[in-house]
């Protein structure tokens, strides 16, 4: 069964250091979302991609979140200036319909 | 935007019996309403969804159903086994590829 992939699986970094998550989206799933979780919340969405177009960031912290997704395949979500409250799960689901979406394990970022 | 709340946030009910989880949504234009488990360290699993033209959709031991009007949905899990202890999220969206919003989720424990 096909499956999103994502690494890594944990992240252990000091604030203000640099971090990158990676996510594989299901083969052919041209829509590509990140949603952060915190311990005890639902996800909430952080970027969605459609091919490698951008379609909603209205929830991307941009000062210190970048998304890129350049082939329309996989994409790279990155954090710099890692801050404590960034601490969280990250989450990368994709969709073929742009209705189902399906998530990968996840990235449990842990910021010191 | 669309705000969806959940309830309740903790459940435990004895192995065989019935377990009911309750959302409400406040954007008439939502028309897509998900259920995800998730159990400890994993990503969100896609367990069984429902459209806004269908009140009720059933799957084995587990059904959804929504009421349009009052705006609210619910998750039936009858004979209840201990696999189905984790974390219980419904979802909406507007379809489309759309972002999904979480409710704040449901701890389920089942009890042998």
């Known amino acids: 069964e096909a499956e999103v992939a994502q690494s890594p699986r944990y992240k252990i970094t000091e604030k203000s250091q640099a971090v990158a998550f990676w996510c594989d989206p299901i083969s052919g799933h041209a829509t590509l979302y990140w949603y952060r979780q915190i311990l005890g919340q639902g996800p909430e969405l952080l970027v969605q991609?459609?091919?490698?177009?951008?379609?909603?960031d209205s929830q991307l912290p941009k000062d210190r979140f970048s998304a890129e997704r350049l082939k329309g395949v996989d994409s790279t979500l990155k954090i710099q200036p890692a801050e404590l409250g960034d601490s969280a799960m990250y989450l990368c689901?994709?969709?073929?319909?742009?209705?189902?979406?399906?998530f990968g394990p996840g990235t449990r970022l842990t910021v010191l | 935007g669309e705000n969806v709340e959940q309830h309740p946030s903790t459940l435990s009910v004895q192995e065989g019996d019935s377990a009911v989880i309750k959302c409400t949504y406040s954007?008439?234009?939502?028309?897509?309403f998900p259920w995800y488990k998730q159990e400890l360290g994993k990503g969100p699993q896609l367990i069984i969804d429902?459209?806004?033209?269908?009140g009720e959709k059933k799957d084995q031991r587990i059904a959804v159903t929504l009421n349009k009007t009052a705006k609210h949905f619910s998750l039936h899990i009858t004979e209840t086994q201990p696999e189905d202890s984790a974390v219980y999220f419904c979802?909406?969206?507007?379809?489309?590829?759309?972002?999904?919003?979480f409710g704040q989720g449901t701890r389920l424990t089942i009890n042998p």
């Open positions: 429902i459209r806004s033209n269908v």
């Open positions: 689901a994709s969709s073929q319909t742009g209705t189902e979406q399906f």
């Open positions: 991609f459609q091919d490698e177009s951008v379609v909603d």
């Open positions: 954007d008439s234009a939502s028309n897509y």
């Open positions: 979802a909406a969206s507007k379809g489309g590829a759309q972002k999904l919003v």
